[in-house]
């Protein structure tokens, strides 16, 4: 039997207690190990979001865990076009990137309605220029031509039956939320037109959006301003498409995500953007001010203005640490040098203005290990609030 080793705050091996536990280790109340990344605790008081025209409102550092804002958070709305981030992680979950698609009159759109890549049946495309269609320009005949071709092979779904294929497309996506606790997230399509009993609230959205940045494939489309879709069959075509998220145009550390708005959602946008040492924070609002006019086009668009403002808000209220700079937490590397354990290649911590001269830690230790394997983690206060842990690896001897 081994022991496991728990060190308190600034006090050191000599002084440590050492627990008799069998050898798996220590289980902590509230402590999370296994993972590649800081893991956020139950989330201090959090500074107040800007006045937004938004119905709700939720920030989240997408690599640490650590929630930022919040407000609505969790009131179930209309997201739009936003549950294309849904439609894109079940296709990448059941497809490859390479499969041809052919496209169906029945995945065509109207234009004058619906956002269009502008594909028409007979042509073919692969997946993957298809999820370009979708999370660029957001194109609704993208979303359904890829919802068949997946339906088509999940249960349910029939190759022969548009709509069954659909169905069975729309299912794999709620279970998609399930599987992930989204208990107030619920999808009746794969596009985000509206629809009874279609809604998820923004911090529902905030998981999903972090798990498609987690995709290298998505994290690239999604980040990509401009793009010419490939099209073969009849003839072949270039559809060139721009991405719908303005604000990569205007900010370069705007990495995606996806933009929405109907009659019923409003203006809606998921944005993600980068901090510190390239933390990625995705934040989230629904239901800003969105005004259709006789077109059927927004003239007035509050989305734009509420993120900015978001995100000058966290430029103004946080500050990212480098917890392996000697000065974020002193005596941590002393501590971690006794106990044979070292911070793993990270990022940032997100710290509350003002809190960032108030850090302290306490490591949480199980039993030793073969080096390089996670061991324990690093519990890191601000004051009497724990922002999150940092794992702790065993150091080579």
């Not at 008081?45 to 997408?62: E, I, K, M």
């Not at 809606?268 to 901090?275: D, E, N």
């Not at 509050?302 to 000065?327: C, I, K, N």
Request: proline letters at 8%.
């Amino acid at each position: 039997m081994r022991r496991a080793r728990v060190a308190l705050p600034g006090v050191f091996a000599a002084l440590a207690t050492a627990i008799v536990v069998p050898a798996f280790g220590l289980f902590v109340p509230g402590a999370s190990f296994g993972v590649a990344g800081p893991v956020a605790a139950a989330p201090p008081d959090l500074p107040n979001p800007p006045s937004l025209t938004a119905q709700a409102s939720y920030a989240v550092d997408a690599d640490t865990g650590v929630e930022l804002y919040a407000r609505n958070a969790d009131e179930p709305l209309p997201p739009g076009s936003t549950i294309k981030i849904a439609t894109a992680l079940v296709v990448v979950a059941h497809a490859e990137l390479d499969d041809e698609v052919t496209i169906e009159a029945s995945d065509e759109v109207d234009p004058t309605i619906y956002s269009s890549v502008g594909v028409a049946a007979g042509e073919t495309l692969t997946v993957e220029q298809l999820l370009y269609g979708m999370l660029l320009p957001s194109g609704s005949d993208a979303a359904k031509a890829l919802a068949r071709h997946v339906g088509a092979g999940l249960p349910g779904g029939d190759p022969d039956d548009a709509d069954a294929s659909r169905a069975a497309f729309v299912e794999a996506m709620n279970d998609l939320a399930e599987e992930r606790g989204l208990t107030d997230t619920r999808f009746a399509n794969p596009t985000g037109d509206d629809a009874p009993n279609q809604h998820t609230t923004a911090r529902e959205l905030a998981v999903l959006a972090t798990e498609l940045l987690q995709d290298e494939t998505l994290a690239e489309i999604v980040r990509t301003p401009v793009y010419d879709v490939l099209t073969e069959g009849r003839e072949s075509r270039v559809l060139p498409t721009s991405n719908s998220n303005k604000l990569l145009q205007e900010d370069a550390a705007v990495v995606g995500v996806k933009t929405g708005s109907t009659p019923d959602a409003g203006a809606c946008l998921v944005a993600a953007r980068t901090y510190g040492e390239g933390n990625r924070v995705v934040a989230v609002v629904l239901g800003s001010t969105g005004v259709y006019g006789d077109e059927g086009t927004l003239v007035e668009d509050g989305r734009w203005d509420d993120m900015t403002a978001l995100f000058a808000g966290l430029d103004e209220d946080y500050v990212w640490v480098s917890p392996a700079e000697p000065e974020t937490l002193p005596g941590l590397a002393e501590e971690m040098a006794v106990w044979g354990v070292e911070l793993g290649a990270g990022p940032s911590l997100p710290v509350p203005v003002g809190k960032d001269a108030d850090l302290r830690y306490r490591l949480v230790l199980g039993p030793e290990a073969d080096p390089g394997d996670e061991v324990g983690a690093a519990r890191v206060f601000a004051g009497e609030a724990e922002l999150g842990e940092l794992p702790l690896y065993q150091a080579a001897a």
